[in-house]
């Protein structure tokens, strides 16, 4: 049953993961583009529920030799991808501040200068000049200058404080990853033999240490959990057959990384990131995300480099945080080289997806669509019975009646429609009620206001179709019987315009088919072909001059036919339209003695045809002649010399 290249299954486990196809599919939909979009090296996407920790789609593409793009390494989790986060770990360099200094606000000032400064024996560098801004506005606009400034005034004097704060955010241990292969975190300390006067600011900005993915990822996840780091899980339950063996729930690591007051200054500060700072282009307008861009140098062959990776950490929505999410794109070669610019649009457009199929975030969206309801009659004026019937028939609540038992009524709203409130509410048409006065009959139909105006004695002229727009006599006026009333009447909707025939295509008159041969085709065999249809139109003429004769035309059909052969293939050209009229309408005069002469002539084309006649050969210096279209100025001139001598 099984052959060399089938192996058959073994009795095994089960693994029930907590990933979403749907979702999956997405995220490395959405990476691969972004891939190709930027000719990167690679790149990778985590995202993960942030109550629960279950890892809900990851992605891994990398560039293969043949400029595709495969899952050649797990970057997400393992070494691959353990890299200098960047900017992305300036949440943990605020978050140390922020414990240190319970007093700082997010509205005190940083003085940044003109993007160019010496901090901690090192020089730092903004992308541009900010001046004096506000803590906000220094995470907002990801300054290296004003976060590194901070963290050297509240730690320069103790640089193990620093290191200590990282630590007690978990930054320095691995997570516990289910999958074997997770990176180890390097998260260095002042007692680290690399460790120097600069690495302090340095460290602040996210260089000199590395983290996976996964574990900045699950780091941000903590601030979107108000405070509750959990372990990211990717296996629900093992299963044999159906016995469940083991089943895996979710694991906290730390139940508080810091105090809730720091949580909503940096809650505020990730929100500001994308309202107003680096990723500011991917604000969606029906939902709220919040994160941090990162753009880090390569260190290679011992020194930074001009290539960059780019990457994006958030979760979303803002308000109630439900999914986390970290889009990592390594070295992109098509000119933009920003987080904001790179991997921002790959997390929003994995955040919309998400929101799209979640129908529990999608509520507050509907909320502001309008929702789709049935139509509501248009309600101007009319007969107050008639209204009224209409609308209970429908159910459409509201005050159909008016005080008084008036029968014309008026809708009260000034926009006279339903549409929006979707209840109706009239009020007497008092103009309808007083005699020898003209009433005010805007709104009502045709037909409504030809009965009130005829039974007065007003003789009534309208144009255009619907209700009545405009009244030639204003309301209120004395009408006197026998006044000639003219109404305007317009649509209540929008016509409906019919679709329009496409016009028949125009006929295009084709005269034949023309089969085209290869040009080195040798173009005897064609010149020949038209010698012969040359010859047989000679032939009809002559048969035609020679009018019952038989023996001689006979003897003429021969000379005449072998001399027009010879002329003919010099000619090598076409008998003219005129001379097979005139060759037919001789013909059927001539009798049987000119079909005789007439196929004497074919006999005599046939071998003049088959004969390759010496004036074929053009002269070789005369090349163009060869192509000279004239063979029909020959063939009209030649039967007009042969007709006198036959």
Not at 444 to 451: E, K
Not at 550 to 568: D, N
Request: aromatic share 6%; charged share 25%; proline share 6%.
């Amino acid at each position: 049953v099984y052959d060399g290249s089938e192996i058959k299954p073994q009795p095994g486990y089960d693994v029930k993961t907590t990933l979403d196809i749907n979702l999956q599919d997405g995220a490395e939909d959405a990476l691969y583009k972004a891939l190709v979009a930027n000719d990167a090296k690679y790149g990778c996407v985590i995202l993960m529920e942030v109550k629960t920790g279950q890892i809900k789609a990851v992605a891994n593409l990398g560039k293969a030799a043949d400029g595709t793009y495969k899952e050649d390494y797990n970057y997400a989790f393992a070494d691959q991808g353990r890299t200098e986060p960047g900017s992305t770990f300036k949440l943990a360099s605020m978050m140390a501040v922020l414990e240190a200094d319970p007093t700082l606000t997010l509205e005190d000032k940083v003085n940044t200068g003109p993007g160019r400064m010496y901090i901690g024996g090192a020089v730092k560098t903004d992308s541009h000049a900010n001046g004096i801004i506000t803590v906000q506005q220094v995470f907002e606009k990801s300054s290296n200058i004003g976060v590194a400034r901070l963290v050297q005034e509240h730690f320069a004097g103790n640089p193990t404080r620093y290191t200590d704060y990282l630590k007690k955010f978990g930054l320095d241990k691995p997570l516990g990853f289910q999958m074997s292969g997770e990176a180890l975190p390097y998260v260095k300390d002042p007692q680290d033999r690399s460790w120097s006067r600069t690495s302090l600011s340095t460290m602040s900005i996210g260089y000199e240490l590395k983290l996976a993915p996964l574990q900045t990822l699950a780091f941000y996840n903590a601030v979107a959990n108000n405070g509750v780091k959990v372990a990211p899980m990717i296996v629900r339950e093992i299963k044999e057959a159906d016995q469940v063996v083991e089943s895996f729930d979710t694991r906290v690591l730390n139940p508080q990384v810091c105090s809730e007051a720091t949580l909503r200054k940096l809650r505020a500060m990730l929100e500001g990131v994308v309202l107003e700072g680096t990723a500011k282009a991917i604000r969606p307008k029906d939902y709220s995300i919040a994160g941090k861009t990162g753009t880090a140098w390569k260190f290679k062959n011992g020194q930074y480099t001009k290539t960059y990776s780019t990457s994006f950490c958030g979760y979303f929505p803002a308000d109630k945080p439900k999914y986390s999410c970290i889009v990592v794109i390594d070295s992109p070669s098509k000119g933009r080289i920003y987080g904001g610019d790179v991997a921002a649009p790959v997390f929003r457009d994995i955040a919309d997806r998400c929101m799209a199929r979640d129908q529990a975030s999608q509520r507050p969206m509907l909320a502001r669509v309008p929702a789709r309801r049935t139509p509501v009659p248009l309600v101007r004026a009319g007969l107050q019975d008639e209204i009224a019937l209409v609308c209970e028939r429908i159910g459409l609540p509201g005050q159909t009646r008016a005080t008084g038992g008036e029968d014309w009524v008026r809708a009260a709203p000034v926009r006279d429609t339903a549409f929006v409130a979707r209840t109706v509410s009239l009020r007497p048409n008092a103009s309808a009620a007083r005699l020898g006065r003209m009433p005010d009959v805007r709104g009502l139909t045709l037909r409504d206001a030809l009965f009130l105006l005829e039974n007065r004695g007003l003789h009534v002229a309208s144009t255009g179709s619907g209700r009545v727009r405009e009244q030639s006599l204003a309301p209120g006026e004395p009408a006197k019987r026998g006044l000639v009333v003219n109404l305007l009447l317009t649509p209540t909707v929008a016509a409906v315009v019919a679709p329009v025939a496409l016009p028949e295509p125009e006929h295009t008159e084709i005269e034949e088919n023309t089969l085209l041969v290869p040009a080195e085709m040798d173009s005897q065999a064609a010149k020949l072909a038209k010698a012969s249809g040359a010859v047989k139109s000679a032939a009809k003429t002559t048969a035609a001059a020679s009018r019952g004769e038989a023996g001689k035309a006979k003897a003429a059909g021969k000379s005449v036919t072998t001399g027009t052969a010879k002329s003919t293939v010099k000619t090598s050209g076409p008998a003219t339209a005129s001379e097979k009229v005139t060759g037919k309408a001789a013909a059927a005069k001539a009798g049987n003695g000119a079909k005789n002469a007439a196929s004497a002539g074919t006999k005599g084309t046939e071998k003049a045809s088959v004969s390759k006649p010496k004036s074929d050969k053009k002269p070789a210096d005369k090349p163009k002649q060869k192509k000279a279209r004239q063979p029909e100025t020959r063939l009209t001139t030649t039967p007009k010399r042969l007709t006198p001598k036959a």
